[in-house]
């Protein structure tokens, strides 16, 4: 039987329940959600911090060191970008990013850079993508992306150096948009392409010319022309795919010892970074963290007529950049 008693009683519980319920949603509102934090927001690098890697997160002018961090607060955080990109210790990233302590931000000009991703299981890099480029070699447009590798021992950083190999002359830069994967990816469309990229970094694919054209090859030896060791600059950043948005839409720039050498927009790109997604996934699974190369605009020195090709040299100073990813500096030695 319902009596007074028990309605007073009903009602007092229920008028409890909604409050609580109203106080959880404000210190939700006040809180940053779990779900509403992504890793492709950030903007990310490899910090060498002694004589080791650690990772790190641009914030403004300064960086944050995420390890240091993660001790300062304890928590769990990730170490590299390749434990950012599977997804580990995402809660504790948050943390340290929208409560950075003090004590571990770093000021960007006094940052020591290693890759911005140290462990691709692939490096996949394409040949003539851009129109002028092939024009100015005089090879044919292209009617499906021309791939090739390197390998993570050709792997090097911003303000690194490049130790020049003895058995090639004929150095040459290539400026090019670098991408991450994020997540696997096989047989997926064009449509689909660009929400498996996690980010983009600045790359030179620098090559050995004559290694590229070794025992008569006609420019076809691109692997060993192109993977000596540290011949793969990428960096400083990996920028969170939500930072850059269309990724067809973004100015290139190569300087040699201050010079401008190459200046173009990703628009000259014959195929796209999702058409070349979509047309690598039909061949092989393509895993977290694959690093792709998207090729090079108009301007390396093999283009220009052989009277004018001055090869670089030990010495030289490289700087190359991409809209909304920064510069990439390298020396020659």
């Known amino acids: 039987m319902t009596t007074r008693r028990t309605l007073l009683t009903t009602a007092a519980a229920a008028g409890a329940l909604l409050a609580t319920r109203g106080k959880s949603s404000e210190a939700e509102a006040a809180e940053p959600s779990s779900s509403a934090f992504s890793p492709r927001a950030l903007t990310y690098c490899m910090l060498k911090t002694g004589g080791s890697l650690s990772l ?3 914030q403004g002018a300064k960086i944050l060191d995420v390890v240091k961090a993660g001790k300062a607060m304890h928590v769990a955080v990730p170490t590299t970008t390749d434990e950012v990109i599977a997804g580990k210790n995402l809660a504790g990233l948050q943390k340290v990013v929208t409560k ?3 004590s571990a931000m770093i ?4 940052a020591k850079f290693g890759p911005c991703i140290t462990n691709p299981e692939k490096i996949v890099m394409l040949g003539f993508n851009y129109r002028q480029h092939a024009a100015e070699t005089k090879t044919p447009i292209p009617t499906a992306p021309v791939l090739f590798n390197k390998y993570n021992s050709a792997l090097n950083n911003h303000g690194g150096t490049i130790k020049l190999p003895s058995s090639a002359k004929k150095f040459d830069y290539e400026v090019e948009l670098n991408f991450v994967m994020g997540k696997a990816a096989y047989n ?3 449509a689909d392409a660009l929400s498996y990229i996690f980010g983009y970094a600045t790359g030179n694919d620098f090559s050995a010319r004559d290694l590229q054209f070794r025992d008569g090859a006609k420019g076809s030896q691109f692997m060993i022309g192109k993977t ?3 011949f793969m600059p990428v960096g400083p950043y990996l920028v969170g795919a939500e930072i850059v948005g269309d990724p067809q839409k973004l100015k290139l720039e190569c300087r040699a010892n201050g010079e401008t050498r190459q200046t173009a927009n990703t628009s000259d790109m014959i195929f796209s970074c999702a058409q070349i997604v979509a047309y690598a996934s039909t061949i092989m699974t393509l895993k977290p963290g694959d690093l792709f190369s998207s090729g090079t605009p108009e301007g390396p020195i ?3 007529p ?3 090709q001055v090869w670089l040299k030990a010495g030289d100073k490289i700087a190359c950049s991409v809209e909304k990813l920064g510069e990439l500096t390298f020396d020659l030695a």
């Open 56 to 58: 790190g997160v641009k």
């Open 100 to 102: 950075p302590p003090a």
């Open 107 to 110: 000021d960007e000009s006094a």
């Open 188 to 190: 997926v469309s064009e």
């Open 228 to 230: 000596c060791d540290g």
């Open 302 to 304: 093999i283009g220009k």
């Open 306 to 308: 052989e009277a004018q």
